[in-house]
């Protein structure tokens, strides 16, 4: 299964939906804890980021290009389909610079 395009779509959700602003509270003796309700001598973190349009766009552009990069790998990296004889059949760029290297060594031998 092909994991790009869920992540794309991952991304479109999360980039599309905003949660309301959220109150945490910041706790602790040196202020390195988090919670959702209030504590003694706790500060009050507005923690809601709200994008603008334009980041939203950015964002699912961004998404598209990446599922689209995404999907070009996979084709660039599978492996050739088999033959009739159930062999895989050899790169034919790796097989001609093959070639080519060993004349060059044969080359250099004379």
């Given at each position: 299964?092909n994991?790009?395009p869920?992540v794309?779509v ?11 602003a959220?109150?945490v509270?910041?706790?602790g ?8 309700t ?5 500060k009050a ?8 349009a334009e ?9 598209q290009s ?5 999907a ?7 492996p ?10 050899p ?18 031998k004379?």
């Amino acid at each position: 299964m092909n994991p790009v395009p869920f992540v794309a779509v991952a991304l479109l959700l999360c980039a599309s939906f905003h949660a309301a602003a959220q109150k945490v509270y910041r706790c602790g003796p040196d202020g390195r804890s988090y919670q959702q309700t209030p504590c003694a001598e706790g500060k009050a973190i507005d923690v809601s980021a709200p994008r603008t349009a334009e980041q939203r766009q950015a964002a699912q552009s961004a998404a598209q290009s990446d599922a689209k990069a995404g999907a070009k790998f996979e084709r660039d990296t599978a492996p050739p389909p088999p033959t009739k004889s159930g062999k895989t059949r050899p790169a034919t760029a790796s097989t001609a610079t093959d070639k080519a290297a060993g004349s060059a060594k044969e080359a250099s031998k004379k």
